[in-house]
């Protein structure tokens, strides 16, 4: 998958071989989660981009935002962003809406045909996923989900990755 062999780098330049190892393995884990991600959307009724997935869960998570706070938190240009709305607007999954307030700004909303379409990919994901946990042994099942909760529990610990190095 990833064809990561070894860190290149003295010990004392990076983070130890084991550590280098494991993160391969996770790269290798992420890749095959992409692909039932990928594959699992991809069956549903309403087929959608990643892109228009990730859409509209920030539209559904944040009803009313504009298309520039769109573009910002799916680190887009404007044009992609108003480019996306267009074709899931066309669709039915996104309507836009005049700002009450400020008859120039226009509020973003996933419809109710959009946000069904999200439940539909969540669901077939879960039970993608929940399969693929079933064919594993109960306490290496037991012992992802800790280490996931480790994991993510680090990671919103941390400040962010500028201080990490290429190795």
Known sequence: ????????DSPSSGPPDGLVALAVSMADAVEGLTTLWSVAAQ????RLSPHQLRALRIMEGEPGLNLTALAVRMDV??????????????AGLLERELHPRNRRAVRLHATRQGRQALEEVACRRARRLAV?????????????GRGLRGFL?????RPGDEDVTDF
């Not at 069956?43 to 309403?46: D, I, K, L, N, Q």
């Not at 240009?77 to 066309?90: I, K, N, V």
């Not at 693929?132 to 992802?144: D, F, H, Q, S, T």
């Open 77 to 90: 240009g404007l044009p992609a962003a108003s480019r996306l709305c267009d074709r899931l607007e066309a």
């Open 43 to 46: 069956g549903t009724r309403v």
């Open 132 to 144: 693929a946990l079933g064919a594993m042994e109960p306490a290496e099942a037991e012992a992802l």
């Open 153 to 157: 529990a680090a990671l919103d610990g």
């Open 1 to 8: 998958m990833t064809g990561l062999s070894g860190s290149g």
